[in-house]
């Protein structure tokens, strides 16, 4: 049985919004430690276990996943797509949080399994919300704003 904590893991480019997420989580009482990837890839590897990330003990699967979409190397999307073709990560909820507000990108999200789409900046409201898909992470949930 393992002892780590849950964490969450953030998907995030921009040291600004990364500031923002770790604040917002403070204000809404997230106290799951949070590991940040910068781009498509690296959540990629991260989630697989590849490189510097192989050690699960420091580098566990995530109980919730925060995802923007405009990433660099590979976007949001793409990283929404992997993630369906890996049958043991289907079951971590993902939270796009992006600076886009196009409804094409709140229903392709929708399509490739995103459970929820918030438009930044993050609110303690936003991450209250996207903390309880983890009590309904085996429900059908919908995209809300």
């Given at each position: 049985m393992s002892t780590t904590k849950p964490v969450i893991l953030l998907a995030e480019d921009?040291?600004?919004?990364?500031?923002?997420m770790k604040r917002a989580l403070q204000k809404a009482s997230v106290d799951f430690p949070l590991h940040v990837?910068?781009?498509g890839q690296e959540a990629l590897d991260y989630l697989s276990g590849a490189g510097k990330f192989s050690d699960r003990h420091q580098h566990p699967l995530p109980v919730l996943i925060l995802?923007?979409?405009?990433?660099?190397?590979?976007?949001?999307f793409d990283v929404l797509a992997w993630i369906n073709t890996q049958p043991s990560l289907k079951s971590i909820p993902v939270v796009v949080l992006t600076s886009?507000?196009?409804e094409r990108d709140r229903q392709k999200a929708a399509q490739f399994g995103a459970k929820s789409y918030f438009v930044k900046p993050p609110t303690p409201d936003m991450l209250q919300q996207a903390m309880g898909l983890l009590n309904s992470s085996h429900e059908n949930t919908t995209i809300s704003s």
């Open positions: 921009d040291e600004n919004d990364v500031f923002f990837v910068k781009d995802l923007d979409l405009k990433m660099p190397f590979l976007n949001g886009s507000s196009e």
